[in-house]
């Protein structure tokens, strides 16, 4: 079951992974077809910086049209020269200038509006020509110093983002990589560990239930295990109702027997992957389950109960039963709350205390409202 679990966890993973690269390379893809688009949009700018300079060449050649009607008519109608100059000139100066362009702007403003009238001479006009063809020529300086000054920022941004989104790749592999190395490995650390005690040195001989000796190596490994699993994890204590007056009343004989079918049944119980049965000493057991929680360890130890009375052992001499009974104590460690080990056994020694207080026959679960 829990193989299958980390095969689909494995899985996931590895899809995971692949939406993740997908992702960032459609990213990639959409970050730089906005910045074409920019670009693009530059361009058009740019382009459209060359209207004012067709007003200004409109301008000029009104003005040149103008001085050649002043020289072949001694009464030349200004006034339609006057309407287009004014016109064009009104586009012009309305439309977008920085604050150095501006003053430029101005400057030559009056000029142009001091020739609308019939006192101005040929020599205003030609005056006004030279100062139109400066203004053209410093509009194409600025339209293609900003476009330059664009074109750098640009590739400079569009190879920022491609190394980036390489360096990002490149990282968010190695770290889902790395996730998946770490879940396997730590895996396979574990069922190393369950492979290499399950010998005969670490069985009880009587109960054959894994004994004091290898609950301690497993025990001391359960904060790691957990751990690096993010896993909660369950520590419980067993300790079978007045055993010495068991003992006094059958025998030590029988009193064996007794720990063997108490034992037999929680192996039986507690049979599944990364769940552990130990003999702690005497007539007191130990149980570790792997990945479990509050609500799963509560159903599980109401039928640990209820299994052991039904096994129908008979104890007359029990203070609360005619048949033999558990009392139970356990706590859960959260992964990661680091508490030691000799904290997790005190803590549940004392809930075993509890429920042989409460009347025995039952568990008693740590929680932070169960001080």
Known sequence: MKNEFYKS???????????IIISLLA??????????????????????????????????????DLITCMKTHKKCNRDPFFKNIKSDWEYYNNSYK??????????????????????????TYKNLIKKIDFLKE?????????????????????????????????????????????????????????????????????????????????FDNMPFISNSKHWRTAFVMLDIDFFKQYNDTYGHDMGDIALKKVASELKLYFDKEYEYVF????????????????DILKECLKEVNKNIESLNIEHKNSKISQVLTISIGAVIYEANSYISCNQVYKIADECLYKSKQNGRNQFTIYNEGNQ
């Open 279 to 294: 003999r702690l000493g005497g007539e007191e057991f130990g149980v570790i389950l792997f990945d479990t929680n509050t």
């Open 9 to 19: 966890l494995s899985f996931k993973l590895a899809i995971l992974s692949v939406i």
């Open 27 to 64: 990213s990639s893809i959409l970050f730089n077809s906005q910045i074409d688009k920019l670009k693009d949009r530059i361009d058009y700018i740019y382009f459209g910086n060359y209207v004012p300079v067709l007003k200004l060449h409109s301008i000029e050649e009104n003005y040149d």
């Open 98 to 123: 920085n604050l150095k362009e501006r003053k430029i702007v101005n400057n030559i403003d009056s000029f142009v509006k001091d020739s609308f009238n019939y006192k101005s001479k040929i020599s």
């Open 138 to 218: 410093h509009e194409k300086k600025v339209a293609y110093k900003q476009r330059k000054a664009f074109l750098k920022e640009y590739t400079q941004m569009k190879d920022y983002l491609f190394y980036n989104m390489i360096i990002l790749l490149l990282v968010s592999f190695l770290f889902i990589s790395v996730i998946i190395y770490s879940i396997i490995k730590k895996d396979n650390q574990l069922k190393i560990l369950t492979k290499k005690y399950k010998i005969d040195s670490i069985t009880d001989s009587m109960t054959k239930l894994y004994n004091r000796k290898y609950f301690d190596k497993i």
